[in-house]
């Protein structure tokens, strides 16, 4: 399990994403069955949920991975499951797959969709952890921690949990804390951010270049091919912003709030991109060193 504590007043233990990071070696294929998808640009097929893709190998890998984007499939290089499908394959379900005992497929693909949102959250309250300076806050966060790790631990526990309060519940936190941090910048800040700058903000293909975003609050905002290249991100919150397309070349990303690998893979930079330290440069990313 990740990071566990069972004394939430304890000091807050590392932060640890390695878990929460995808094993596919390990993991059945849960992906490319569970979940459904439709022929877009990002999916050449139409795909139902609870169905294996028509490229899954036997041995649950894929029979295109080293030429998914050519083949159309540019959202499963995006896809990030944080870890939850080796987890639901060889913790919940100790090692039997949808294929050894096709009974198993009626609980194992609803709980991998909630296990990922599960992760998602821990994903997120590691790195909100790791940036307060308030004890309430730290303490708060492990026991939504362990709320959430202790739900893990049985398959049904997960199938019957109540999704929508625990997503409120951790989204309060990380917003405390998101402001905790953006204030930090903004009281420091030369530049004073302009004021449409907010959760949410439609700035699909913006031309925001070199421009210093530090301390933004850019929660869900819409930055679909915006041109962010040179820009400062510091401190800003990036919590759920769409970045499909858009343009980090040169960004420096290395201290965001809240930024995903899926977030940075559906995105497009180079080597002077600066990511923080536990994200990595997406394999299709142009190499400029
Ligand atoms: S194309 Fe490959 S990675 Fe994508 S869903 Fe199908 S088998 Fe999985």
């Not at 990071?3 to 490319?32: H, M």
């Not at 499963?76 to 060889?90: E, H, I, K, L, W």
């Not at 308030?134 to 026991?143: A, F, I, R």
């Not at 109540?162 to 405390?176: C, E, F, I, P, T």
């Amino acid at each position: 399990m990740p990071f566990i504590s069972s004394d939430s007043t304890a000091p807050s233990p590392a932060l640890d994403r390695e878990s929460l990071r995808p094993d596919c070696g390990n993991c059945f294929a849960l992906c490319c069955t569970a979940l459904g998808f439709s022929r877009t640009t990002d999916f050449a097929i139409d795909k139902p949920a609870g169905t294996p893709c028509q490229n899954l190998a036997s041995d649950f890998s894929c029979t295109i991975h080293d030429r998914l984007r050519p083949r159309g499939f540019r959202g499963c290089t995006v896809f990030d499951c944080f870890g939850a499908g080796q987890n639901v394959s060889q913790n919940l379900f100790q090692g039997i797959s949808w294929k050894a005992d096709s009974a198993t497929a009626k609980d194992m693909f609803p709980a991998f969709k909630v296990v990922r949102q599960l992760h998602e959250m821990l994903w997120y309250l590691a790195e909100a952890i790791s940036k307060t300076f308030d004890p309430d806050t730290s303490h708060h966060v492990n026991e939504l921690r362990m709320t959430i790790e202790n739900a893990l631990a049985e398959t049904q526990q997960v199938l019957s949990l109540d999704l929508g309060d625990m997503h409120a519940r951790v989204r309060s936190v990380l917003m405390g804390v998101s402001e905790e941090v953006r204030s930090s910048y903004l009281a420091t800040g030369d530049d004073h951010l302009d004021a449409a700058l907010v959760p949410g903000v439609d700035l699909i293909g913006k031309k925001m270049r070199s421009r210093s975003l530090c301390g933004a609050d850019l929660r869900g905002a819409y930055l679909i091919a915006t041109d962010l290249r040179d820009c400062d991100l510091s401190g800003a919150d990036l919590l759920g912003a769409d970045l499909r397309d858009a343009r980090l070349e040169g960004a420096d990303l290395s201290k965001t709030l809240y930024l995903t690998q899926a977030q940075l893979n559906a995105a497009q930079g180079d080597a002077h991109t600066r990511l923080p330290s536990d994200l990595n440069s997406p394999t299709h990313w142009p190499d400029n060193s």
